[in-house]
Structure formats: C-alpha cells, structure tokens
C-alpha cells in the first residue's frame, strides 16, 4: 500500500473546544472512525461534468483499497476520506482533497476491500 488514509463520518460531529491561548477551535468537525489505514488509490477514468444548482463542476472517480482488516466497521455512502500519508510518487496536492464513498465491497481474489469514491478535487478544510 502507497499511502494512508482516514475515515470520517460526517453525520456524528465532535465539538473542537475553542482555546483563546492558541485561536483554534470553535467548530464541529466529523468523528474519525479510523485513521492512517495503509491505502492504494487509483483514479478511473476521465471527469465527468456534474450539473449544479448554481454551476457545473467536474466529478472525479476513484477507487481506494485498503486490508480486509484495517477497518471492521461498515463503509457506507457519504463517508469522508482523506489522503493523510503519500507514497514517493504521489501528488502532494492529494493531501486537500475530501472523497466521498460512493460504495465499498470486499475483494474476491486479494484480500482488500474496495471503496468507490467521487471528489471535484478542490481543497478542502483541513478539518474534513
């Protein structure tokens, strides 16, 4: 596996205290189910445009693999993944960018377990 990654679930927020010493905090991000599960990500295909209510953006697909197992909870859709550790030939810029799972089922040949993503790969907070 060439890089990490770490779950979140966006529907169960954690409450960052806010520290008036340092000037971080104030805001709820999403819990971590798992964090640094060793990772291969692969992009499939070419963008597809994605009709917005304001404007179009571009759509991204990726597939990540992960060890059967790293993560024994469910992966359902609308988890959050970010990329928190590169391979040596990764893209630095990798590491802004949210996912969100699309579908995750178990390898029939490797033991891995493989998560269909979709992301506009814009930055994105830190927090997600």
């Not at 104030?26 to 060793?38: E, L, Q, R, T, W």
Request: with cysteine; glycine share 4%; charged share 15%.
């Amino acid at each position: 596996m060439k890089c990490e990654i770490t779950l979140y679930d966006p529907t169960n927020t954690v409450t960052i205290p806010y520290d008036s010493a340092t000037d971080t905090g104030g805001y709820d991000a999403p819990s971590i189910i798992k964090a640094d599960v060793p990772a291969r990500l692969v992009f499939l295909r070419y963008p597809k445009p994605v009709n917005g209510v304001v404007d179009w953006s571009v759509s991204h697909t990726a597939r990540i693999q992960i060890p059967l197992t790293a993560i024994t909870t469910p992966i359902t859709k609308g988890l959050i993944i970010r990329v928190t550790a590169l391979g040596e030939s990764d893209d630095p810029a990798l590491l802004q960018v949210a996912f969100t799972v699309e579908t995750a089922f178990n390898g029939s040949f490797a033991a891995v377990r493989t998560i269909s993503c979709i992301s506009s790969l814009t930055v994105t907070p830190a927090v997600v």
